[in-house]
Nanobody
Framework: QVQLVESGGGLVQAGGSLRLSCAAS????????MGWFRQALGKEREFVAT???????YYTDPVKGRFTISRDNAKNTVYLQMNSLKPEDAAIYYC??????????????????WGQGTQVTVSS
């Protein structure tokens, strides 16, 4: 049974940084795509970033240049380094995993597994 456990969320001032981690268990994820979505209060869940098994990364435009996604296959872990945080980055961040990468990666529909979420709060 696949489980994703996020950590690293919290409260930070605007302009600050946080690093999210997501540890996957219950399988071997070296060949899987991994990523992050977020959902702010009153808004729809949205794609943030993804990293393919080979290391290729994709980001939503609002976070480009500020966020960096990475992975450690030996630890089955994906990270999201978030710098220059803005109040609009505040949301619950969800770790996601899918067995087959697809061009519809920005859609929540294609992701097989989801973590429980970790809260990120950014004060202005």
């Amino acid at each position: 049974q696949v489980q994703l456990v996020e950590s690293g969320g919290g409260l930070v001032q605007a302009g600050g940084s946080l690093r999210l981690s997501c540890a996957a268990s219950g399988g071997t994820f070296r060949s899987y795509a991994m990523g992050w979505f977020r959902q702010a209060l009153g808004k729809e869940r949205e794609f943030v970033a993804t990293i393919r098994s080979g290391g290729t990364t994709y980001y939503t435009d609002p976070v480009k240049g500020r966020f960096t996604i990475s992975r450690d296959n030996a630890k089955n872990t994906v990270y999201l380094q978030m710098n220059s945080l803005k109040p609009e980055d505040a949301a619950i961040y969800y770790c996601v995993v899918r067995s087959i990468f697809s061009s519809d990666y920005a859609s929540a529909r294609g992701w097989n597994y989801w973590g429980q979420g970790t809260q990120v709060t950014v004060s202005s």
